[in-house]
């Protein structure tokens, strides 16, 4: 039902930048939250950045200062501005979004965009 759909990955050199761009089907607002999570080969998916209805945010402390996250609600579009690359983000990043629905909580995912950045 719900599309969220990535673009905007790639290869960068350690010190470059990215933006990461997300495509979602429905009213961005008839979401709790929007935001990016990533996943290192080995490792957990972590959340990196999220929005609030409310537009307040929130960042994992490793990329606070670098990262940027924002929204077009006219567009239903999400956006992950990624400066200052470190080899350490190298990651798939996920878009995400999600509703509550009494007490359950219903997430709803992209695809997926591979970030890589050499040092």
């Known amino acids: 039902q719900v599309q969220l759909v990535e673009s905007g990955g790639g290869s960068v050199q350690a010190g470059g930048s990215l933006r990461l761009s997300c495509a979602v089907s429905?009213?961005?607002?008839?979401?709790?939250?929007v935001g990016w999570y990533r996943q290192a080969p080995g490792t957990q998916r972590e959340l990196v950045a999220d929005i609030s209805i409310d537009g307040s945010t929130n960042y994992v402390h490793s990329v606070t200062g670098r990262f940027a996250i924002s929204r077009d609600t006219a567009k239903n579009k999400l956006f992950l501005q990624m400066n200052s690359l470190k080899p350490e983000d190298t990651a798939v990043y996920y878009c995400?979004?999600?509703?509550?629905?009494?007490?359950?909580?219903?997430?709803?995912w992209g695809q997926g965009t591979q970030v890589t950045v050499s040092s």
């Open positions: 429905e009213n961005i607002l008839s979401f709790n939250a």
């Open positions: 995400n979004g999600f509703r509550m629905m009494l007490t359950e909580r219903h997430d709803y």
